[in-house]
Nanobody
Framework: QVQLVESGGGLVQTGGSLRLSCAASGRTSSIYAMGWFRQAPGKERELVAAVTITWSGGTTYYTDSVKGRFTISRDKAKNTVYLQMDILKPEDTAIYFC??????????????WGQGTQVTVSS
């Protein structure tokens, strides 16, 4: 089992920045990729950004709407993934979930999930 604990959500004005953190514990050696999903009221959950967890380097994925504004990074030694969110927009408002996958980078079927953290961007 893998446990994920998120932190860093909150309220910010349009154009502002937030940094989310996700610390993994447990069987972290089984993790292939970690990602951030988000779900806004009335909308489906979507994969926002993801990164592979390898010692040699990380392959990243970003959904189109956040490219150039969000940056995902990982500290493998600390089993932690970060999501730096800049130039935030009201449409970024959602609950953000950290997730870990044992098999795929880009997928909705991640294996482990955090509890979620609220991000609210005011206009």
């Amino acid at each position: 089992q893998v446990q994920l604990v998120e932190s860093g959500g909150g309220l910010v004005q349009t154009g502002g920045s937030l940094r989310l953190s996700c610390a993994a514990s447990g069987r972290t050696s089984s993790i292939y990729a970690m990602g951030w999903f988000r779900q806004a009221p009335g909308k489906e959950r979507e994969l926002v950004a993801a990164v592979t967890i390898t010692w040699s380097g990380g392959t990243t994925y970003y959904t189109d709407s956040v490219k150039g504004r969000f940056t995902i990074s990982r500290d493998k030694a600390k089993n932690t993934v970060y999501l730096q969110m800049d130039i935030l927009k009201p449409e970024d408002t959602a609950i953000y979930f950290c997730a870990a996958s044992q098999r795929q980078l880009v997928s909705t079927a991640y294996d482990y999930w955090g509890q979620g953290t609220q991000v609210t961007v005011s206009s």
